[in-house]
């Protein structure tokens, strides 16, 4: 009996090792249970609604937590929308401006309180105040008083040529989509709008404040930022975040144009009444035409986190430091969105913003394309998503949707076990 008990005890006791080993080890077993549900409440929310296709991923310092697709790619073929479907990013590409100005500054070929005149072949001077230069810094906070007018969204997308235009609306109010005959350098475009003599100048091509003073968000200001980088550095903008960005993070899926990237993974494009759009680009392809695949933003998006730490290895640390530096104060903005937790226009750093929640990151939006990008700076983690069609309807029924989407990306990740 005494053996009989001793044998009892022993199986109970490694019963209860078992047990225990299988506890330490079930963070990695209940994280899949919890993605897989992820999955299944992100798949009911793309089949129930509105959104043709879309892309997430969720990430922290130490790498890519959860990616997937979901929906089409291709309302005519139904391809499904993956992980590795490309599209362009819209605004968000404008963080891509921000880390390229760094690291032209680390070659030591610019500052960032250098007036924008030591750099350009034109003069771009705001003519209400004609004796306030502008500085590479007030163009990286969108404080410069240059302004995004009508001519600017009339005259800056380019259709793509040599494509079949059949049943494809062109027509988009929002945004102009230019013949590609109209298509011009970006030097020409930037000298054109810039000067008060120039082809599309007019008068509130500038903002009735003198540079440094108002905040104020602007395409045209980015996209001569970027020019500003060439010029400083001898390559151009696309070549130079290449080599510098988009190579040492082994984004692989992505360029500038159409011709850098692979096509057959390119998602098509809708309006919100279902209806398909052509191909595009921008003259002022730095503000928003970077195409890439949500698993690439992943990439992107750990480096960032990893920037913010202080161990990115795009930058050095001063200098993510100074990238991630808030650089206005409360009289620089007219109004700000206090109650927004993914505002980055309430404190821009250097073509990226913080919100008043503390997220960090930028959202993007074109004809056809929505697309957020933030991180979470006390937890260190981020999300990223990316939709192949507009926004919102007049219902917004969309909108609520890519919100849902975000929110339940955000409630799960409080869920899972991560390191």
């Known amino acids: 009996m ?21 506890n330490t080890d079930n963070p990695i077993s209940e994280n899949q249970i919890l993605l897989d549900s992820l999955t299944e409440e992100l798949d009911s929310i793309q089949k129930n609604g509105q959104i043709i296709g879309f892309a997430v991923a969720m990430v922290n310092q130490n790498g890519v937590v959860y990616e997937k697709g ?16 490309i599209q362009h990013i819209a605004s968000v590409s404008k963080t891509l401006i921000g880390i390229a100005l ?40 969108h404080t410069s008083s240059i302004n995004d007018t009508d001519q600017y969204m009339n005259l800056a997308w380019i259709l793509i040529k040599d494509q079949d235009l059949t049943n494809i609306s062109t027509n988009y109010p929002e945004q102009r989509l230019n013949s590609s005959e109209l298509n011009i350098p970006m030097e020409k475009y930037l000298n054109g709008y810039l000067e008060t003599n120039g082809a599309y100048y007019q008068d509130d091509n500038y903002i009735n404040f003198k540079p440094g003073e108002r905040y104020n968000y602007t395409n045209i200001g980015a996209t001569l930022c970027a020019f ?21 993070l082994n984004m692989n899926s992505s360029g500038w144009s159409l011709e850098d990237v692979d096509i057959k993974k390119h998602s098509k494009l809708y309006r919100n009444d279902n209806t398909l759009l ?18 690439d933003m992943a990439k992107y998006l750990v480096e960032l986190i990893n920037g913010f730490t202080g161990e990115g ?18 009289q620089n903005f007219e109004t700000r969105n ?3 937790p993914y505002n980055g226009d309430y404190s821009p750093a250097i073509f990226i913003g913080h919100s008043a929640f503390g997220y960090i990151g930028h959202s993007g939006g074109d004809a056809g394309v929505g697309t957020w990008m933030y991180f979470d700076k006390e937890k260190k983690t981020g999300r990223y ?8 309807n007049d219902e917004r029924a969309r909108e609520l949707e890519y919100y849902a989407v975000w929110d339940k990306m955000n409630e799960y990740f409080d869920k899972l076990s991560i390191k």
């Open 2 to 22: 005494r053996k009989l008990a001793l044998i009892v005890i022993i199986v109970i006791s490694f019963s209860s090792c078992n047990k225990n080993k299988k």
């Open 70 to 85: 979901f929906g089409l790619a291709n309302l005519e073929t139904k391809e499904k929308y993956t992980e590795n479907t």
């Open 102 to 141: 760094m690291k032209a500054k680390e070659m030591g070929k610019l500052n960032l309180d250098d007036p924008i005149k030591d750099y350009l072949p034109f003069k771009v001077i705001n003519p209400k105040y004609p004796n306030d230069v502008i500085t590479i810094r007030q163009l990286a906070t």
């Open 228 to 248: 500003i980088i060439e010029k400083a550095t001898g390559q151009s903008f696309d070549s130079f975040t290449e080599e510098h960005i988009l190579k040492p």
């Open 278 to 295: 052509p191909f595009y680009t921008a003259i002022t392809y730095p503000d928003g035409m970077l195409i890439s695949s949500s698993s």
């Open 313 to 330: 290895t795009l930058l050095s640390k001063e200098s993510y430091k100074e990238l991630f530096t808030e650089q206005l104060k409360e």
């Open 338 to 340: 206090a109650g927004h």
């Open 385 to 392: 998503i990316v939709i192949n069609c507009d926004m919102g």
